[in-house]
């Protein structure tokens, strides 16, 4: 395991706030060469420190105005039926995110939808046609107050 210190927090935090930053305006911020920076910046993408990079899309901007909060229950919690669901739901393009969580649910599902009927599709595809969720819960998401994630360092 890498052992992040001072000088890696400084390049996640920077990092965090604008992933593509070149290597030259980083090293320069934090005081240290390119070749540290990217150094260490290797190293943490090595360990799993850094887990990947991606892009913030806005859902409205491309179709997708509602964001769901759904809790999931389950019948039965055998691991080969926990498999089963988390790989259905890794499929499913409409879900962002998706927990495995202790308390009345099992499992909390962030997902988006064009439109009402769209997210009834969903829910035939991820929950009515599966025999192993007992129930579900839906909140609609009325406003994107905050959505990151950001880790603080």
Known sequence: MHEVDDM????LRRLQEESRLRLEILASE???SVATVQRRI???KDS???????????PDAVGFPMTFLIMVELERERIEQLDAFR???KAEPQVQQCYYITGEADFAIVALARD??????LTQRLFYEDSNVKRFRTSVV???TKVG?????
Do not use: C, F, H, N
């Open 8 to 11: 890696d927090k400084s390049i």
């Open 30 to 32: 934090i005081g240290s």
């Open 42 to 44: 290797k190293a943490m």
């Open 48 to 58: 799993g420190v850094i887990s990947g990079e991606s892009m913030l899309v806005s």
């Open 87 to 89: 790989r259905k739901v």
């Open 116 to 121: 009402m009927q769209d997210y009834q599709l």
């Open 142 to 144: 009325m406003d994107r």
């Open 149 to 153: 994630m950001t880790v603080p360092l």
